[in-house]
Structure formats: structure tokens, C-alpha cells
Nanobody, 124 residues
């Protein structure tokens, strides 16, 4: 069974940093794109960043220049390095993975496997 497990969330002060991890298990060779999404209470889930199996990355404008997505194929682990955090970054962060699709990277429907989420709280 394919599974994604996030870790690394926590509470930090504004300006601080966190690195999230997403460990994958099971058959993962069909995955073309992996991504991070987040959802704050009362808000819709929003895209954060994505990376393809070729290493191409895309970032949401709200995190570009502050967050870095990377993937360690040997360890089957996806990372999200977050710097200069602000309270607006507080949310539950989810990793997702899926095969090649014509759907846009920010469309959650293109991902067929999701993690359970890890909470990030940034205080001012």
C-alpha cells in the first residue's frame, strides 16, 4: 500500500524556520509530480510548491523566495524547507503525489496519494 507520512511541523516565532519531511512507502515509481499543500482553519486548501521527477519546481507566489522544495530519491523523501516564516504561513501542511497528468500542478485532483498532514504554527 502506497503511503505518505509527513513530519517536522511545530511552533515557531515569526522569522523562524522549519523543514517538513514527507516519507513515502510502497510502489512509488509511477509518481511524476509531488507537491505540498496547506490549509488553514476556515480557509480553502492552497498549493505551496511542487517538484517533478525531473527536478522541475514551481512555487506559489506567497512562498517564492522563502520556501524550497526538494526530493531525495534514494530515501524516497520529499522536503519543504521554510524560512522567514510569518503568521500567515500557519496551517496544516500536506504532501501529495501523483502520476503524470494534464491537470495543473495546483489542482488537488491530479494527486492520488495524500499524507495525513503536519501542523505548522507561526506566532507573531
Amino acid at each position: 500500500q502506497v503511503q505518505l507520512v509527513e513530519s517536522g511541523g511545530g511552533s515557531v516565532q515569526a522569522g523562524g524556520s522549519l523543514t517538513l519531511s514527507c516519507a513515502a512507502s510502497g510502489y512509488t515509481n509511477s509518481w511524476y509530480r509531488k507537491a505540498w499543500f496547506r490549509q488553514a482553519p476556515g480557509k480553502e486548501r492552497e498549493e505551496v510548491a511542487t517538484i517533478t521527477s525531473d527536478g522541475d519546481t514551481i512555487y506559489a507566489s506567497s512562498v517564492k523566495g522563502r520556501f524550497t522544495i526538494s526530493n531525495d530519491n534514494a530515501k524516497n523523501t520529499l522536503f519543504l524547507q521554510m524560512k522567514t516564516l510569518n503568521p500567515e504561513d500557519s496551517a496544516m501542511y500536506y504532501c501529495a503525489a501523483g502520476p503524470w497528468s494534464s491537470l495543473k500542478w495546483y489542482n488537488p485532483d491530479r494527486y492520488n496519494v495524500w499524507g495525513q498532514g503536519t501542523q505548522v504554527t507561526v506566532s507573531s
